[in-house]
């Protein structure tokens, strides 16, 4: 049973930090697709950040580049999301999820209707 849990969200002041977790279980890490989406109330759920396992890209949407760093650790099943320098328009429920089919990580994040996998968000919260 693929089972995603996020968590590492709260609030924090403009230009400040945050690392977000999703660990990850009933699956071969390694061989799926993952990635980070969000939704800000309002909005459509937007994709942050993919790491594709079909061609090794890794996919940042523009309003997040040189701020957002996505990374994985295979051997604790574990993704992260380094966020910094955060943007009161960066506020969202943020979720990880995954798939078994792995296409280009910024296909992945351009169709979140693909992605099979959802675990629960986790709230960020950015002041100004």
């Known amino acids: 049973d693929v089972q995603l849990q996020a968590s590492g969200g709260g609030l924090v002041q403009a230009r400040g930090s945050l690392r977000l977790s999703c660990v990850a279980s009933?699956?071969?890490?390694?061989?799926?697709?993952i990635g980070w989406f969000r939704q800000a109330p309002g909005k459509e759920r937007e994709g942050v950040s993919c790491?594709?396992?079909?061609?090794?890209?890794?996919y940042y949407v523009d309003s997040v580049k040189d701020r957002f760093t996505v990374s994985s650790d295979s051997a604790k099943n574990t993704m992260y999301l380094e966020m910094n320098n955060l943007k009161p328009e960066d506020t969202a429920v943020y979720f990880c999820?995954?798939?078994?089919?792995?296409?280009?990580?910024?296909?992945?994040?351009?169709?979140?209707?693909?992605?099979?996998?959802w675990g629960k968000g986790t709230l960020v919260t950015v002041s100004s």
């Open positions: 790491i594709s396992r079909s061609d090794g890209t890794i």
């Open positions: 009933g699956f071969v890490f390694d061989d799926y697709a």
């Open positions: 999820a995954a798939d078994a089919i792995s296409y280009s990580a910024g296909y992945q994040c351009t169709h979140p209707g693909g992605m099979d996998h």
